[in-house]
């Protein structure tokens, strides 16, 4: 003898999917966006930082005249007037420096009028943006948010 429930508990699928559906909404909206325009702007700070570290270090051990050339849309580096690298930025993101080249001497401290510089690389999107410093006495390169 079979009994039927009439009186059955629980949820059908379709109740189930709609809140799910409701869930993952809500969960989405919560989230924290993570932009891709800030990480590119990090890469970009940390590639060019990077690179002035490189050509100080560079010119410590090999003697070379390696210098970066700044623009406000890519840099390049160099070796006398030959091009080694270019960089070029993503489209919203420029550069702000007093001094066009960065250059340093056998012993890592910046070299020729500027002694000491801040480079800005800005994003015109978002309005963030990160400090390179060349500290004057000794050469060091730091980045900062």
Avoid at 23 to 43: E, G, H, Q
Avoid at 46 to 52: H, K, P, T
Avoid at 103 to 112: H, R
Wanted: glycine fraction near 4%; aromatic fraction near 10%; charge should be positive.
């Amino acid at each position: 003898m079979l009994k039927k429930y009439n009186n059955q508990k629980g949820f059908t699928l379709l109740e189930l999917m709609i809140i799910i559906s409701l869930l993952i909404i809500v969960f989405i909206i919560t989230i924290p966006r993570f932009t891709m325009d800030r990480f590119i702007l990090k890469a970009q700070a940390r590639e060019l930082c990077s690179d002035i570290r490189m050509i100080r270090l560079l010119k410590m051990t090999e003697g070379k005249y390696y210098q970066i050339q700044l623009n406000k849309d890519h840099y390049k580096i160099l070796i006398g007037i030959k091009k080694i690298k270019r960089v070029n930025f993503h489209k919203n993101i420029e550069t702000f420096c007093n001094n066009k080249y960065i250059s340093f001497s056998c012993q890592g401290a910046p070299t020729g009028s500027e002694t000491a510089d801040t480079i800005k690389i800005y994003h015109r999107k978002t309005n963030e943006f990160y400090e390179i410093t060349i500290v004057p006495a000794s050469g060091r390169v730091l980045l900062k948010e």
